[in-house]
Antibody, heavy 128, light 107 residues
Framework: EVQLLESGEGVVQPGGSLRLSCAAS????????MIWVRQAPGKGLAWVST????????YYADSVKGRFTISRDNSKNTLYLQMNSLRAEDTAVYYC?????????????????????WGQGTTVTVSS | DIQMTQSPSSLSASVGDRVTITCQAS??????VNWYQQKPGKAPKLLIY???NLQTGVPSRFSGSGSGTDFTFTMSSLQPEDIATYYC?????????FGQGTKVEIK
């Protein structure tokens, strides 16, 4: 069974930093892109960041670009989100998710198909 | 960025009713749409992928259709356990964008 377990929940002051982790199991972690999605209190879902299976390629929403860094350790089956210069508007539940995509054997290209399995979420509160 | 306009924002229907939710993309996105269900306090769950394919293990009363800019999600017979908020997502191009969500309640 595919499982994703986020950790790193916390309350941090504006301008502070926090690192989220997501431990994966039940699938070949190094074969799939991974994703962070967040949900502010009482609001809808918002894509935050995606990382390729190897970790070489990363993508960010404009709202977090330059402040957040996505990374992964395929030897530990773990995904990370380093969040710096946090703002009140970053307050949200953060979900990690597995991409439904695949790597094409012949072209070597990875095709992204967005989230199929989600973790339970971890809460980040930015407040003074 | 591609905007996904989802409607309605909320609806109330009776058990057994047919319920339809729509998403309109601001530009053509082929069939690159997923539909998710989110129950209160829980993580989202994938129901439909590639606009019309039912995710493994999801009841057949859920279905999706559409291509290009107009997409539809249907529950053929609303059940009490379907109370949730439903979201469409386009993954045709970055940034991936969600619809605003549709909150479904029982009348």
């Amino acid at each position: 069974e595919v499982q994703l377990l986020e950790s790193g929940e916390g309350v941090v002051q504006p301008g502070g930093s926090l690192r989220l982790s997501c431990a994966a199991s039940g699938f070949t972690f190094s074969s799939y892109a991974m994703i962070w999605v967040r949900q502010a209190p009482g609001k809808g879902l918002a894509w935050v960041s995606t990382i390729s299976p190897s970790g070489i390629s990363t993508y960010y929403a404009d709202s977090v670009k330059g402040r957040f860094t996505i990374s992964r350790d395929n030897s530990k089956n773990t995904l990370y989100l380093q969040m710096n210069s946090l703002r009140a508007e970053d307050t949200a539940v953060y979900y990690c998710a597995k991409d439904r995509g695949y790597n094409d054997f012949w072209s070597g290209r990875y095709y992204y198909y967005a989230m199929d399995v989600w973790g339970q979420g971890t809460t980040v509160t930015v407040s003074s | 960025d591609i905007q996904m306009t989802q409607s309605p924002s909320s609806l109330s229907a009776s058990v057994g009713d047919r319920v339809t939710i729509t998403c309109q993309a601001s530009q053509g996105i082929s069939n690159s749409v997923n539909w998710y269900q989110q129950k209160p306090g829980k993580a989202p769950k994938l129901l439909i992928y590639d606009a019309s394919n039912l995710q493994t293990g999801v009841p057949s009363r859920f279905s999706g259709s559409g291509s290009g800019t107009d997409f539809t999600f249907t529950m053929s017979s609303l059940q009490p356990e379907d109370i949730a908020t439903y979201y469409c997502l386009q993954y045709d191009s970055l940034p991936w964008t969600f619809g605003q969500g549709t909150k479904v309640e029982i009348k």
